[in-house]
């Protein structure tokens, strides 16, 4: 077996150039990978789908799109009334102008500064480590446990806050579903943990009054038109699963801990002011 190494200053510039370089090795890579895999089951608009997948990293959140099977999508689009839509939007003015006042917040600004100042942190921690100061070993644990708080929990906490906004719901798939006047709907939603992150399995349906001629829309509404009619047509469903991961290169913060063994630091020479 191995022996451990004894401290030596040169150890401990060591230790702090790797960590230096894993910190930074982290910090330019995705932290947050999110896909979206969706389709219409049923109705005018299968069977079209949808994949989206987006990665958020310090500076930005990339978003790429690809719809396949869209014919069907494109001509249920161009059928619909979008008058119906423009009503339903016409009614909640108030209700959205009052989400949108309460989603100013860049939640997912204020993640990126939080891992950011961590990270710092745990750089500045190291480098007094390395220097020899009293109770920077400590210091070293604990900036080192808030850097692993504020890129798996607060970070991924600050982007789901952020998906609470407007301008990030517009961008989701199925947004239009959502804004569009739909009779009878029913939605379902599952929840299930995985390693280093969660996933979503979502479902929507309802008769689309856009699909209805408008002198029927009163009697849809009321109640559910009979199989074979042609306000049945009308009937849309809609599946998704949204699954939200950790970047694939995290887990190398992990390694940070087992460089404290491999280069071990000297002991601190004390800062008392009265030994001084």
Known sequence: ?????????????????????????????????????????EGRPA?????????????????????????????????????????????NTEGDSEVTASSDTDWLGLGRLFVTTSFLLLLVAEFAVWKGFKWARAWRVGAFSLALLAIFILFPTAYVADLGGQSTAQNSPGFDLENSAFAH???NSDLNLKWLGMELDASFSGYDLGLVQPENRTNVSLAVPLNGTPDAKSFIAFESTFAIEYGKNLDALFVVPFLWLVFPASKPTSTNLEEE
């Open 1 to 41: 077996m191995l022996k451990r190494p004894k401290p030596h200053p040169v150890l401990s510039l060591l230790r702090l150039s790797f960590t230096g370089l894993l910190l930074l090795h982290v910090f330019i890579s995705a932290w947050l990978v999110a896909t979206v895999d969706a389709a219409y089951t």
């Open 47 to 91: 069977p079209t789908e949808i994949h989206s997948i987006v990665a958020v990293d310090k500076d930005q959140t990339a978003i790429d799109v690809k719809m396949e099977k869209a014919t069907s999508f494109v001509l249920y689009s161009l059928q619909r009334d979008r008058q119906v839509e423009t009503n339903a939007s016409d009614e």
């Open 185 to 187: 709907p029913e939605a």
